[in-house]
């Protein structure tokens, strides 16, 4: 649907991106700045804007962790997450428990802002992603379509999170 069309235009642009050099590969904040702009520009929809708020915090958390040029570790990660998920909190009244890719994106983030693995995180992202089959939406498309909740399938925004994080995970295996 709109959401899966809207995801594989971004992951499209982003793999083109990445082959055609114009994402800096030499520090985590300039990969994912580089990243939040690609985003920016090639998704669009409200989830579009998300992502590339998000991707503005996660730059902010990086930049703030004060490593100095050194690579980033985990722990950076996981409190970069905490201040891009804090930051997209200013600018969005998306919630946990409304039924939009928040229900994934902040257990993931909260998971790794702990301390916990990688595999712990993906698995709150999908525990999130599935709990939205019983929520009813409040913010969103599924507000005006008829999603009240139920017996519906996971929101596809949230399922998207899981997806990526899933990915992310594999590719650091």
Not at 25 to 54: D, H, P, Q, V, W
Request: charged residues 20%.
């Amino acid at each position: 649907g709109d959401c899966g069309e809207t995801l594989a235009g971004c992951a499209n642009a982003l793999s083109a991106g990445v082959d055609s050099g114009k994402v800096d590969l030499k520090t985590a904040a300039g990969t994912c700045l580089t990243l939040g702009a690609l985003i920016e520009r090639n998704m669009g929809g409200t989830s579009g804007a998300i992502y590339a708020l998000f991707f503005t915090g996660l730059v902010q958390g990086l930049v703030q962790s004060g490593k100095n040029g050194q690579p980033a570790g985990y722990k950076e990660w996981g409190q970069a997450l905490l201040t891009a998920l804090e930051n997209l909190g200013h600018h969005t009244p998306a919630r946990p428990g409304m039924r939009t890719l928040v229900d994934a994106l902040d257990p993931f983030c909260r998971a790794l802002g702990a301390g916990k693995s990688m595999q712990e995180a993906v698995d709150a992202a999908k525990k999130g992603a599935e709990a939205t089959k019983t929520q009813t939406a409040r913010l969103g498309r599924a507000t005006y379509v008829g999603d009240k909740g139920g017996d519906m399938p996971p929101d596809p925004g949230a399922w998207g999170i899981a997806a990526v994080v899933e990915g992310i995970r594999k590719a650091l295996a």
